[in-house]
């Protein structure tokens, strides 16, 4: 076997190794919790998720009665026509305790409000969550994926110029042809090129993970190609739109600001159109007040009734408002099923297509491998150009990186798919 097809199997060897765990490596599910733990996004779906859960517990503080207390101090005069004066030093403590009674459900509205916005914010919460899941996933599997190219693009250029050397020093001791250095010349440049796009690449993919996890990457050759869980994903389009109607995150928030809208026209008919009934007790110790020197002592229970109505009948204006709301709501609701649905089959179509496409440029590398292999023979023999051969290179290079690539694309489609149906979680792949 040629010498140009032992590297290439070296530089398979390599790409195999980096699935296998080094001593010192950083496989991306241990670098996942210290990136949801100090991501600020991430956190910042965390408090919103918590306020939300207090929010409910101050909506049911409306079942629960009220105190107010207010006291006073102060001097009292009062001039009488028909008695002595008085001037006292007035102290006055009131107590009031009021339980609603009935409010014709603006109270559990109010409460059924707050539980569907905290199911909102878990939701945000686990939108979130997967965004940076699927960037974090990307930018590990575009660091090997840049580094498996450059690996590619610096054998090639190192067997081209070896290429060029041979026929350079041939051209020298007469035996060879000006015009085969010269094309050799021409694919080197291409060559480096290429070298130098890789090297490009790299650092560009290296700047994407530093601005996901926050730190640099280490030593490239000690992390873990991420795998895929294959069991995690739908064995066909149905099965993935069916997944998504069931879990995906936006049609959960689209249905809940449906729900939120809905028992908004509940608590607007009932505040607009319903009194509310508060049982009321009543506690005033007072002391000099009134005139009257000593202590008193005065309660007083009853039930009031309240139903304040605007004479410009503004409340059937604004219940219609929220009843539009509501509908507007709706109409958003179905438009998310559709595009969802759109979602799920676009990302599924991208995964099979890249399966496919991978396949097919994994064969084409082994025919290019194949043919550079008799190439380099036939050259030997006589029967084969360089021209001949530099192409087969170039093919070789090209078909092998496009392969890497598609590979790569292959993962990124499949977390993709998980994403949009709400299922990519730190279990998604290993």
Same mark, same amino acid.
């Given at each position: ?7 290439y199997?070296?530089v398979?060897v ?6 296998v765990t080094?001593a010192n ?12 733990n ?5 956190r910042a779906a965390?408090a919103d998720?918590n306020a939300?859960?207090?929010?409910i517990?101050?909506?049911?503080g ?6 107010d207390?207010?006291g006073?101090y102060?001097?009292?005069q009062q001039? @009488? ?7 006292l &030093?007035s ?5 009031i305790?009021?339980?609603r009674?009935w409010? !014709?459900?603006?109270t ?5 409000t707050?539980?569907?916005?905290h199911e ?5 919460l686990t939108t979130?969550? $997967?965004?940076?899941l699927?960037?974090a996933?990307v930018a590990?599997v575009?660091?090997?994926?840049g580094?498996?190219i450059?690996?590619?693009a610096? %054998?090639?250029?190192e067997n081209?110029k070896?290429?060029t050397?041979?026929?350079?020093? @041939?051209v #020298? $001791?007469?035996?060879? /042809?000006?015009?085969?250095v010269?094309q050799?010349?021409r ?8 070298? &130098? #796009? ?5 650092e560009?993919a290296?700047n994407?993970y530093?601005?996901?996890?926050? @730190?640099?990457i280490?030593?490239? #050759?000690d992390? &873990? $190609?991420?795998v895929v ?6 064995v066909?389009?149905e099965d993935?739109i069916a997944?998504?109607?069931?879990s ?5 928030? $689209?249905?809940?600001d449906s729900?939120? +809208?809905?028992?908004?026209?509940k +608590?607007?008919y009932?505040?607009?159109y319903r009194p509310?009934?508060d049982g009321i007790?009543?506690? #005033?110790?007072k002391k000099?007040v009134g005139s ?6 005065e309660?007083?229970a009853?039930?009031?009734v *309240? ?5 410009g009948?503004?409340?059937t204006?604004?219940?219609k408002a929220t009843e539009?709301?509501?509908?507007a709501a709706?109409y958003r609701y179905?438009?998310?099923? *559709? %595009?969802?649905?759109e !979602?799920?089959?676009t990302?599924?179509q991208?995964?099979k297509t890249?399966?496919d496409?991978t396949q097919l440029?994994? *064969? %084409?590398a082994?025919?290019?491998a194949?043919?550079l ?5 036939? %050259?030997?023999?006589?029967n084969r150009s360089?021209?001949?051969?530099? +192409?087969g290179?170039t093919? /070789?290079?090209?078909?092998?990186s496009d392969?890497?690539?598609s590979e790569t694309? &292959?993962?990124i489609a499949?977390?993709?798919l998980?994403d949009?149906m709400?299922e /990519?979680?730190e279990?998604?792949?290993?």
């Amino acid at each position: 076997m040629s010498k140009i097809i032992k590297n290439y199997l070296a530089v398979g060897v390599l790409m195999l190794g980096a699935s296998v765990t080094a001593a010192n490596a950083e496989p991306l599910p241990e670098l996942i919790p210290d990136l949801l733990n100090n991501h600020d996004l991430f956190r910042a779906a965390e408090a919103d998720a918590n306020a939300a859960s207090e929010s409910i517990e101050t909506a049911m503080g409306g079942y629960y009665p009220t105190l107010d207390m207010t006291g006073t101090y102060g001097n009292e005069q009062q001039l @009488k026509p028909d008695a002595a004066d008085t001037s006292l &030093v007035s102290r006055e403590m009131d107590f009031i305790v009021t339980q609603r009674i009935w409010d !014709f459900g603006v109270t559990k509205a109010s409460v059924d409000t707050a539980k569907l916005e905290h199911e909102k914010t878990l939701a945000a919460l686990t939108t979130q969550r $997967s965004i940076l899941l699927q960037n974090a996933f990307v930018a590990y599997v575009n660091i090997l994926r840049g580094s498996k190219i450059l690996e590619f693009a610096i %054998q090639s250029e190192e067997n081209i110029k070896e290429q060029t050397e041979l026929e350079d020093s @041939k051209v #020298k $001791s007469g035996a060879g /042809l000006t015009t085969d250095v010269l094309q050799a010349k021409r694919e080197l440049a291409g060559a480096m090129a290429r070298r &130098v #796009k890789a090297e490009g690449d790299l650092e560009i993919a290296k700047n994407v993970y530093r601005g996901v996890f926050l @730190k640099d990457i280490g030593s490239i #050759k000690d992390m &873990v $190609s991420p795998v895929v869980m294959q069991e995690t994903l739908p064995v066909n389009v149905e099965d993935a739109i069916a997944r998504s109607m069931k879990s995906s995150p936006r049609l959960i928030s $689209s249905n809940l600001d449906s729900l939120v +809208s809905r028992e908004t026209v509940k +608590s607007t008919y009932a505040t607009s159109y319903r009194p509310t009934i508060d049982g009321i007790f009543d506690y #005033k110790l007072k002391k000099d007040v009134g005139s009257t020197i000593g202590t008193q002592d005065e309660m007083f229970a009853k039930v009031q009734v *309240n139903f304040p109505f605007n004479l410009g009948m503004t409340a059937t204006n604004t219940l219609k408002a929220t009843e539009l709301a509501e509908n507007a709501a709706t109409y958003r609701y179905a438009s998310a099923i *559709n %595009q969802v649905e759109e !979602f799920t089959r676009t990302a599924w179509q991208r995964l099979k297509t890249a399966r496919d496409r991978t396949q097919l440029l994994k *064969n %084409q590398a082994d025919i290019a491998a194949e043919f550079l292999e008799l190439a380099r023979k036939e %050259q030997q023999l006589g029967n084969r150009s360089l021209l001949d051969v530099l +192409s087969g290179e170039t093919a /070789l290079i090209n078909a092998q990186s496009d392969a890497v690539s598609s590979e790569t694309d &292959v993962s990124i489609a499949a977390i993709a798919l998980l994403d949009i149906m709400g299922e /990519l979680d730190e279990n998604a792949f290993k």
